[in-house]
């Protein structure tokens, strides 16, 4: 059976990745799962930005990316959070490569909307390849949100996007979106089962916002197309007990209980 579970890190959390994080996926790895990560560096970003004094903006949770800001970002994405990252795994005896998207023919994009969002990628094609390659071998592929264009021109992509486009492309069995928040918050309360219709109700009052409305949405897609189930768990603990998961889990229809 093909067991393969897509993580994507929160440039939120990447730095506080706690040992009980890397020990469950030592857990999983050990159970015979295989893994593919997408990671983000949304605050290393901006720092980096706010140090060379460029301007940055968000429109609906996704950065708005002129040709300045897609520089640093690649540098940041690719460079520094991407080997970061690798060496963590790596410390925990998880055998890791870092990848961008941009190699290896793995993500194809389209503008999203130039004139709204600049230099943002829109997925449209996932090469697998030199996921499986790796993967077949016993490396996790880890992979900087970056795309390229059919000219060959480096788009950013929201890492959440990309991580449900491969999720998806690879049929992978689970995708945990590891992030800052135990998973979604309602009135101080976690909740633990969300369908499409629920998180629609919850963006429309305003409940989920900010960099929570792209999470919720790849994750809708994800869900809509081959994955089986979809999680927000929170990467400053442990998110495995007892082969339980614990967060959020996003599921298409609630089970009725006769
Ligand atoms: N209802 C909600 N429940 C929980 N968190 C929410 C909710 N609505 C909005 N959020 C926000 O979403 C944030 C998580 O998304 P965010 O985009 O900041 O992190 P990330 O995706 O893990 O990191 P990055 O975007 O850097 O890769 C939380 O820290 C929280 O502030
Ligand atoms: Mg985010």
Excluded at 181 to 205: F, H, M, Q, R, Y
Excluded at 213 to 224: F, G
Aim: contains cysteine; hydrophobic residues 40%.
């Amino acid at each position: 059976m093909n067991k393969t579970i897509v993580f994507k890190c929160g440039g939120s959390v990447i730095k506080e990745i706690s040992d009980d994080f890397f020990a469950n996926l030592k857990q999983l790895k050990n159970d015979g799962w295989k893994f593919a990560i997408v990671h983000g560096g949304g605050p290393e970003i901006t720092s980096m930005l706010n140090k060379l004094k460029i301007n940055t903006e968000f429109v609906k949770g996704q950065r708005k990316t002129t040709k300045q800001v897609l520089e640093v970002a690649e540098m940041i994405l690719s460079g520094k959070m991407n080997k970061f990252f690798v060496s963590r795994l790596t410390s925990h005896g998880l055998k890791a490569v870092g990848l961008s998207g941009t190699d290896g023919g793995l993500l194809k994009a389209e503008y999203l909307d130039k004139k709204v969002y600049g230099e943002v990628g829109s997925i449209k094609a996932v090469d697998t390849n030199v996921l499986h390659g790796l993967m077949d071998v016993g490396f996790i592929p880890v992979i900087a949100p970056l795309a390229l264009t059919e000219s060959c021109q480096t788009l950013n992509v929201n890492a959440d996007l990309a991580a449900s486009a491969v999720a998806s492309e690879l049929n992978a069995n689970k995708l945990m979106y590891v992030t800052d928040v135990s998973g979604i918050i309602n009135n101080g309360k976690l909740e633990s089962e969300l369908t499409p219709a629920d998180i629609k109700e919850l963006i429309s009052s305003e409940v989920i916002t900010g960099g929570m409305i792209p999470k919720v949405e790849s994750a809708m897609s994800a869900l809509s197309e081959r994955v089986k189930e979809v999680m927000i768990v929170n990467g400053k603990g442990s998110f495995l007990a007892n082969d339980t998961f614990t967060g959020t889990k996003i599921i298409k229809e609630k089970e009725h209980v006769l």
